[in-house]
């Protein structure tokens, strides 16, 4: 399979413990990003990599976000201190032109 | 700024009938303008863009999506659909401020019926 895979599809975590979320995007793809969609609504931008810089962040992305794409590879979205809110489908794509392809997502449920 | 408004929250049609899943938009310039669908526990499938050329896109499963300047429009349009098109549909604009984030509307279920 060629596509953007994302580990793990499905995270359920308490309150207050720390979650991190793997993206695998499509080999030759030097763009990346990450998404945040709640139920009913469209995804929505939370941050941007090319190669390994990370050139753009929403200001959804709070201080207990961080995501890093060493090599400018894989990438990983990292919540510290997770609260209810969090709870979202966790959405990676790649490009290399205009179109974005998307991963599967990665589920998080706080409870 | 940029936005995107679907309209419809659901879209109900039969098998074979065409099918339209409305898009309006809003960006300064010139807009780069997609489509995307979602199955159930899927992530977003690209299904076309319009960037410049025609005002008719061609893309994937049948579906086209007819680009219109003047009422800032961008509706994804099928002749004859299918059961399994059901599913979210999300028209998504590319950010003019640079690195090609996307913008996306809330969403339109469609429903096919047998």
């Known amino acids: 399979d060629t596509g953007v895979s994302q580990n793990p599809r499905h995270k359920i975590t308490k309150r207050g413990q720390n979650v991190t979320f793997r993206c695998d995007p499509i080999?030759?793809?030097?763009?990346l990003y990450w998404y945040r969609q709640t139920l009913g609504q469209g995804p929505e931008f939370l941050t941007y990599?090319?190669?390994?810089?990370?050139?753009?962040k929403s200001r959804l992305l709070s201080d207990r976000f961080s995501a890093e794409r060493p090599k400018g590879s894989f990438s990983t979205l990292e919540i510290q201190r997770t609260e209810q809110g969090d709870s979202a489908m966790y959405l990676c794509?790649?490009?290399?032109?205009?179109?974005?392809?998307f991963g599967p997502g990665t589920r998080l449920t706080v409870t | 700024a940029q936005s995107v408004a679907q309209p419809e929250d659901q879209v109900n049609v039969a098998e074979g009938n065409p099918l339209t899943v409305k898009c309006t938009y809003s960006?300064?310039?010139?807009?780069?303008l997609f489509w995307y669908v979602q199955y159930p526990n899927r992530g977003l499938q690209f299904l076309l863009k319009?960037?410049?050329?025609?005002?008719l896109v061609k893309g994937s499963y049948g579906f086209e999506a007819e680009f219109n300047k003047s009422q800032t429009s961008f509706h994804l349009k099928k002749p004859s659909a299918l059961v399994s098109d059901s599913a979210l549909y999300f028209c998504?604009?590319?950010?003019?401020?640079?690195?090609?984030?996307?913008?996306f509307g809330a969403g339109t279920r469609l429903a096919v019926h047998p």
């Open positions: 794509a790649s490009s290399i032109r205009d179109e974005q392809y």
């Open positions: 080999s030759e793809h030097n763009r």
């Open positions: 990599f090319q190669n390994e810089a990370q050139l753009e």
């Open positions: 960006v300064s310039g010139n807009p780069y």
């Open positions: 319009y960037i410049t050329g025609d005002n």
């Open positions: 998504a604009v590319r950010d003019a401020g640079g690195y090609n984030k996307l913008i």
